[in-house]
C-alpha cells in the first residue's frame, strides 16, 4: 500500500499561482509514473500532467506553459507549480501513482483549487 498526501491548494486570484505537493509514504518514484488529475464540478476527472518512472513528462493541452511538474526523489514527493492560473482551473486536484499502466494506481485525498476572476 501507499498513501499520498496532498497540499497546497487554495483560492487565489485569476493570474496567480499555487505549488501543490503530494507526498508518498514509500520512496516509489522509480517504479511508478506520479500524476496530477483534477475533476471540475460536473465534469470527468482529467489528467493535468505526469511524470514517468523514467522522467518523461507530459502535459494536457491547456495547462502547457503554466504548469510545471516535478519530483524530489529523496523527499519522495512530486509537486505541481501552477503559474498564471485561470478561473476555469479550478477543481479538485488529485495526485495519482501508477504502476504497470493500472496494475496499481493510488490516490490521494485531493486538494481544492479555486481560481476567481
Known amino acids: 500500500q501507499v498513501q499520498l498526501v496532498e497540499s497546497g491548494g487554495g483560492l487565489v486570484q485569476a493570474g496567480g499561482s499555487l505549488r501543490l505537493s503530494c507526498t508518498a509514504s514509500r520512496n516509489i518514484f522509480l517504479l511508478y509514473a506520479m500524476g496530477w488529475y483534477r475533476q471540475a464540478p460536473g465534469k470527468q476527472r482529467e489528467l493535468v500532467a505526469v511524470i514517468s518512472s523514467g522522467g518523461v513528462i507530459n502535459y494536457v493541452d491547456s495547462v502547457k506553459g503554466r504548469f510545471t511538474i516535478s519530483r524530489d526523489n529523496a523527499k519522495s514527493t512530486v509537486y505541481l507549480q501552477m503559474n498564471s492560473l485561470k478561473p476555469e482551473d479550478t477543481a479538485v486536484y488529485y495526485c495519482?501513482?501508477?504502476?504497470?499502466?493500472?496494475?496499481?494506481?493510488?490516490w490521494g485525498q485531493g486538494t481544492q483549487v479555486t481560481v476567481s476572476s
Open positions: 495519482n501513482a501508477d504502476y504497470g499502466d493500472g496494475y496499481l494506481r493510488y
